[in-house]
């Protein structure tokens, strides 16, 4: 549904602006690539991977506890009353459930980790959209879409990519952008021989050798005419 909604859109504003096309001009840009760019956006994914990492190995060892008391309570149970059988039982039960209730409090919808990411990722966007802003602005274009957002783009003409003037915003501009790439030394493959056997021979019992005629000498002439006989 989100995705219908967005393909409705995108045909609402490209025809609103097709109608209008010497006036209006628009052009796309792919946010993931620009972010992927930005120390900061790095910086960023390695602390949010370094607390899932932590918290992680936390349920883990959580984990390894209520396998070591699950386990005792099996070695134990025949010796067991019913009611320490219950309280064992119980126990269990509620580390099962503390497990999932902290799991669900980091990894969650709206958990910690997803309050963490869009408190570390939200300057790097904000930032990222000032440049946006700036290059629309300075390209005067009507609309400029996000390829890597939820708009399907079945086709994008890089003739209306922005991607690399918002990263010269930035600062992050390639120097080598759009520039030949250098020329590699030009090899010359001889093609390779045949091998010939001297004693094969074809079907006619003639050698299928391959002899190479030996070079004529050349004429000898003399060092001087010849005078003919009288009679």
């Known amino acids: 549904m989100k995705k219908i909604l967005g393909l409705l859109l995108a045909s609402f ?13 628009f052009g796309w840009v792919d946010s993931e ?6 120390p900061e956006f790095a910086k960023a994914q390695a602390e949010l991977n370094a607390l899932s990492d932590n918290w ?15 386990h005792n309570y099996q070695a134990e149970e025949v010796v067991l009353t019913e009611p320490m059988k219950k309280k064992r ?13 902290y799991q669900n409090k980091q990894f969650g919808y709206e958990g910690q980790i997803f309050k963490k990411r869009q408190e570390l990722n939200k300057p790097v966007q904000d930032k990222v959209f000032e440049a946006v802003e700036k290059v629309a602005k300075k390209k005067q274009l009507a609309v400029l ?11 994008t003409n890089p003739a209306h990519d922005y991607t690399e003037f918002v990263l010269e915003e930035l600062g992050l501009g390639a120097e ?11 090899k010359t493959v001889a093609p390779p021989k045949t091998p010939v056997d001297p004693n094969f021979e074809s079907d006619s019992g003639a050698s299928d050798s391959i002899v190479k005629p030996k070079a004529d000498k050349p004429a000898v002439k003399p060092s ?8």
Request: no cysteine.
């Open 224 to 231: 001087r005419p010849i005078k003919k006989r009288s009679k």
């Open 13 to 25: 504003l490209l025809t609103a602006a097709s109608s209008n096309v010497h006036a209006q001009k």
């Open 33 to 38: 690539y620009i972010m992927a760019k930005l």
């Open 56 to 70: 992680q190995k936390e349920i883990e060892a959580q984990k390894k506890d209520l396998d070591k008391l699950y």
């Open 176 to 186: 080598d952008r759009n520039q030949p790439g250098p020329k590699g030394v030009v």
């Open 145 to 155: 879409f996000d390829k890597s957002g939820d708009v399907t783009m079945l086709y």
């Open 89 to 101: 039982q119980d126990e269990i039960l509620k580390k099962e459930q503390d497990i999932k209730a």
